[in-house]
Structures are given as C-alpha cells and as structure tokens.
C-alpha cells in the first residue's frame, strides 16, 4: 500500500538581493502605456548584474510576454496588477508544450525555459487576460452574457453554439489535428492558426528550483500555472482565479516534475483545480518523465472540475505523491482520477487523508479509466493488455468527509487491467447514491459511514479480493440492502455488516461461495 510523504528536501532558489524597479526603465503603471520594454530592460539590467528582485510597484503595468532568466525574483507588490495585453500579435509563436505534448504555441505572458532559481512572489495580480483568448460555450453563459460577449466582437459557430475570438481561432480547431499528425513543429506552420493556440498564463519548462509564493493569478488563456519537466518547485499562498465556463482553465498542472510541495493555495477555475500530469499517449510514454514525489497541503478549492486531480494525460507515470488537509466546496467532483486506453503509463503509491468537502455536484472520488468514452459500450469488452494500457494500484484514502454529493464513490477499472490495492478507511459522506465499483482487486474499505439517498449502499461487479468491514448506513431508502455483488469475475468478497440483518443481495452468476457475510 501507499506511503505518506511528510516532507521533501527541496533546493530553494538563489537569488541575489539586488533591487531593480521598473520605474526606474521607464515604465508608467496607468494601464495605458506599453511597458513591454521597460519591464524587459529591467530584468536585462539584472541579469548583467548577476541575478535580483525585479519590483513591479502599485499600479497598473499593461505588458507583453515576460521572458524570466535564472536568479530572477519577480516581485509584484501588493496594489500592483500585471495586465497582459489582449493583442494576440504581441505573444510570438514559440516551441513549447501543451497537454503533455511538445508543440507550436503562442509564447505564455509568463515564460522561462532551461533556467534556474527563479521566484514569482508578492501579493498583488498577475491578469493574463485570458477572456480575449479563450473560446466560450452559449450554454455555459446567460443571455446578457452571450449578447455582451457577441457586441465584443468575434465570431459564433452557430452548429456548436461556441463563440470564438477571430475566424483564424474558429478554423484552426479543425486544421490543429492535421498539423499535429503531420508532425511538423515548423513555427511557419502554424502562423494560420496562431489566435487558436492559447498560451498557459505562466509556463515553465525544464527549470530547476522555483519558488511561487504570494500573487493571485487570474485569467489564463489556457491553463494557469503549468511546471513541465521541473525540479525542486515550491508554490504556497497563491490564489488562482477563472471564470467558471472558462475553457481549459485549469489552476496548476504539474507535469513530469520531481520534488515540489504545493501548500496553503486557494482555486476557484474553470476546469481541473489541482492536477498531476506525465504527458500524453507515446510522446508521454517516449519521454518517460515520471510526475513524482509532489506533497500537496493545506489547499482550498471552490469552484473547478476537480479538486485534486491526476490524469488523464499520465502516460509517464505518476508515483510517490501524497495530497492532505484540503478542503474542496463545490466542485464537480472532489478526487478526480482518469485515464483511458492508448495512455499507458503507471499510477501508483498515492496517500490521501484528512479531505474534507462540501456540496459536491458530482462524485466525491471517482476513478475513470473510460475517459471520453463513457457512452460507447464497445469500450467495455475486454481487450489485450499493453504498453497502452494504463495502470492504476497502490492507492491509499483515509479520513475523508463529504457533506452532499450526487454519488458517494464510483470505480471504474479496465476489465483486462483492474484498478488494483486500493484503500478507503475513516470514510463518511452524504450522497444522493453509494459506491459503484467495478473491475476492481484487492480492495478494502473499512470504517465507511454513508447516508445515502437512493439504492444500496454498494454496487460491486466483477470485484476480486473485497474487503467491506464496519460499514454504517444512515440512509433513509432501500434498508433492507447494503451491498450488491454481481459478475461472473467476482471472487473473494468479505462483507462484515456492522447490522447483521441487513442483506447482501448475490447475482445468480456469482459463485455463491465467493461472498461472505
């Protein structure tokens, strides 16, 4: 089983305390003047200098992409918010990386690459404008929202009713895919579609020993923070901030990284809030960049697909990380696992304890390994196992309470490749429905409390090595059922009731044996 990180011997950056303030470039902080230049000036001046902190004062800094250097501390104080222009044509193409890939993207308003003892601190904003970027669905908005959006400009889809910045941004959904296949990373390629490729708000890429302590980041193109092959990161008290219907707007990626400690972050997104990744399909599998040794602590979600999240780009493996003492209000769904056949890759050894959530919409934990796939029913039959099939085990969950979901607990393994070892103990949460686990081995739950509204208790099909002990129902309907066990693979189900007159309910195709109670 799973182990617990409780602390992590991570190299802090480096910085020199020399002191290099923008105003002193050139810069004006009304919101009108362009401080491209001056900004980057400045971080020029303290570069020949040998590294420092670069002030960005109280005020408003319209602004290009920022180029970051090693040694660098990007200090924002509080009363100061970085705004980065809406004009697409200030933002260069370059090769960078996006869900798990290397690609053709514009330059992110935050960028470094290959670069070491960095810092983004300070309490003021970093605002990447990402509404002029991003794509918005009509069913996601009111109808004063759609109207004001359609008055700013732009163009609809009117067969998908999605409202696009600029025709080149509408064509380049269908054109991305061939450029992708072919695969050129040619910058000249991609000029044709360059308002469709969103930068991240800040992108980080093969860096070492970073620090990001303070700002809020709001309003991201794409997703908002985003380490890529990273080494030694520390991020605490930041808040990320997107709109709800934001698209892609995820919070923080961390993908292909090793050491980082995430701590005392609040999100409200648009998408996933907290999310591990390790590159996608056999590209990820290629680099073979593992996502590992990540503590995260202390951490608030709001608003956001998922609070904590791993997938469904892990196709370089996902090992040693521990998530504790968060609280998730509101999401969609609180612990988010997902993946898909042709990822591969390998999850495991994965703590998580003292989760506490309120007013989930969805699940309270989930484990999906039909991403994108939910609806075909070919995708359930059994295929051969491979270097694509993904690999979920090891994983660990204990002290984990939720106050109002639509279901308690879904487990949905491959039925060539079952979710394998996992743990669910000191679990208590109010839901509409219970657990539904299937094609599952060698997993225990012990000490679950659950209040649910509709239906047994459980649902278990095709489960192998089950062990149910202490479990407590305040439920209101279908008393007389707890557990339901069903599959011809079931074998080995232990289901010590804590109220011996309740029933486990056997399928006639289960081998009567198999279960106990």
């Given at each position: 089983?799973?182990?617990?990180i409780?602390?992590?011997?991570?190299?802090?950056?480096?910085?020199?305390?020399?002191?290099?303030?923008?105003?002193?470039?050139?810069?004006?902080?009304?919101?009108?003047?362009d401080?491209?230049?001056?900004i980057a000036?400045?971080?020029?001046?303290?570069?020949?200098?040998?590294?420092?902190?670069?002030?960005i004062?109280?005020g408003?800094?319209?602004?290009?992409?920022?180029?970051?250097?090693?040694?660098l501390?990007l200090?924002?104080?509080?009363?100061?918010?970085?705004?980065?222009?809406?004009?697409?044509?200030?933002?260069?193409?370059?090769?960078s990386?996006?869900?798990?890939?290397?690609?053709?993207r514009?330059?992110?308003?935050?960028?470094?690459e290959?670069?070491?003892?960095?810092?983004?601190?300070g309490?003021?904003v970093?605002?990447?404008?990402?509404?002029?970027?991003?794509?918005?669905?009509?069913?996601?908005?009111?109808?004063?929202?759609?109207r004001?959006?359609?008055?700013?400009?732009?163009i609809?889809?009117?067969?998908?009713?999605?409202?696009?910045?600029?025709?080149?941004?509408?064509?380049?959904?269908?054109?991305?895919?061939?450029?992708?296949?072919?695969?050129?990373?040619?910058?000249?390629?991609?000029k044709?579609?360059?308002?469709?490729?969103?930068?991240?708000l800040?992108s980080?890429?093969?860096?070492?020993?970073?620090l990001?302590?303070?700002?809020?980041f709001?309003?991201?193109?794409?997703?908002c923070?985003?380490?890529?092959?990273?080494?030694h990161?520390t991020?605490?008290?930041?808040?990320?901030?997107?709109?709800?219907?934001?698209?892609?707007?995820?919070?923080l990626?961390?993908?292909?990284?090793?050491?980082?400690?995430?701590?005392?972050c609040?999100f409200?997104?648009?998408?996933?809030?907290?999310?591990?990744?390790?590159?996608?399909?056999?590209?990820?599998?290629?680099?073979?960049?593992?996502?590992?040794?990540?503590?995260i602590?202390?951490?608030?979600?709001?608003?956001?697909h998922?609070?904590?999240?791993?997938?469904?780009?892990?196709?370089?493996?996902?090992?040693?990380?521990?998530v504790?003492?968060?609280?998730?209000?509101?999401?969609?769904?609180?612990?988010?696992?997902k993946?898909?056949?042709?990822?591969?890759?390998?999850?495991?050894?994965?703590?998580?304890?003292n989760?506490r959530?309120?007013?989930?919409?969805?699940e309270?934990?989930?484990?999906h390994?039909y991403?994108?796939?939910?609806?075909?029913?070919e995708?359930?039959?059994?295929?051969?196992?491979s270097i694509?099939t993904?690999?979920?085990?090891?994983?660990a969950?204990?002290?984990?309470?939720?106050?109002?979901?639509?279901q308690?607990?879904?487990?949905?393994?491959?039925?060539?490749?079952?979710?394998?070892?996992?743990?669910?103990?000191?679990?208590?949460?109010?839901s509409k429905?219970?657990v539904?686990?299937?094609?599952?081995?060698d997993?225990?739950f012990?000490?679950i409390t659950?209040?649910v509204?509709?239906?047994?208790?459980?649902?278990?099909?095709?489960?192998?090595?089950?062990?149910?002990?202490?479990?407590?129902?305040?439920?209101?309907s279908?008393?007389?059922?707890?557990?339901k066990?069903?599959?011809?693979?079931?074998?080995?189900?232990?289901?010590?009731?804590?109220?011996?007159?309740?029933?486990?309910?056997?399928?006639?195709?289960?081998?009567?044996?198999?279960?106990?109670?």
């Amino acid at each position: 089983m799973s182990s617990t990180i409780s602390k992590l011997d991570i190299t802090m950056p480096i910085i020199p305390n020399e002191i290099f303030t923008i105003t002193d470039y050139g810069a004006v902080g009304d919101g009108v003047v362009d401080n491209t230049e001056s900004i980057a000036q400045t971080i020029n001046a303290c570069k020949n200098a040998g590294g420092g902190k670069v002030i960005i004062p109280a005020g408003v800094w319209l602004t290009g992409p920022i180029q970051l250097i090693s040694h660098l501390n990007l200090h924002i104080e509080a009363g100061a918010i970085l705004l980065f222009k809406k004009d697409f044509n200030s933002y260069p193409l370059i090769l960078s990386s996006f869900e798990g890939e290397e690609t053709v993207r514009c330059q992110s308003p935050i960028d470094g690459e290959y670069i070491h003892d960095i810092a983004i601190t300070g309490k003021g904003v970093i605002d990447g404008s990402g509404g002029a970027w991003r794509p918005v669905k009509k069913f996601k908005m009111t109808d004063v929202q759609w109207r004001k959006l359609i008055e700013s400009g732009g163009i609809v889809d009117e067969e998908s009713e999605i409202w696009w910045p600029s025709t080149q941004a509408l064509e380049g959904q269908s054109l991305i895919q061939e450029l992708q296949n072919s695969g050129s990373k040619r910058i000249n390629d991609y000029k044709p579609i360059r308002d469709y490729l969103r930068p991240n708000l800040v992108s980080l890429r093969n860096c070492e020993s970073i620090l990001i302590d303070g700002p809020t980041f709001q309003h991201s193109p794409a997703w908002c923070l985003h380490p890529w092959i990273c080494e030694h990161i520390t991020i605490k008290n930041i808040t990320v901030r997107n709109p709800w219907y934001s698209q892609n707007g995820d919070g923080l990626d961390i993908e292909s990284c090793r050491y980082g400690l995430v701590e005392n972050c609040v999100f409200d997104v648009g998408d996933d809030a907290i999310c591990i990744k390790s590159g996608k399909d056999e590209a990820g599998r290629e680099l073979g960049k593992i996502c590992r040794d990540i503590l995260i602590r202390g951490c608030q979600v709001y608003s956001g697909h998922g609070g904590f999240v791993i997938g469904s780009e892990m196709s370089g493996g996902v090992k040693n990380i521990t998530v504790r003492d968060c609280s998730f209000f509101g999401t969609d769904v609180g612990l988010r696992f997902k993946s898909k056949r042709g990822r591969g890759g390998v999850v495991e050894n994965i703590s998580i304890e003292n989760i506490r959530m309120t007013n989930i919409s969805g699940e309270a934990i989930v484990f999906h390994m039909y991403y994108e796939h939910e609806g075909d029913e070919e995708s359930f039959k059994e295929d051969k196992v491979s270097i694509e099939t993904p690999v979920f085990r090891d994983i660990a969950m204990k002290n984990i309470t939720c106050m109002g979901a639509q279901q308690a607990i879904v487990l949905k393994g491959l039925p060539e490749l079952p979710l394998a070892n996992l743990l669910f103990e000191d679990v208590s949460i109010v839901s509409k429905f219970g657990v539904f686990g299937s094609e599952c081995e060698d997993v225990q739950f012990t000490n679950i409390t659950l209040n649910v509204e509709e239906g047994a208790l459980f649902n278990l099909i095709n489960i192998v090595n089950a062990n149910l002990s202490n479990l407590q129902s305040k439920s209101k309907s279908n008393k007389d059922i707890h557990v339901k066990v069903s599959g011809e693979k079931t074998k080995n189900v232990r289901c010590l009731l804590q109220n011996k007159e309740k029933v486990v309910q056997i399928s006639e195709e289960v081998d009567q044996t198999q279960v106990i109670f």
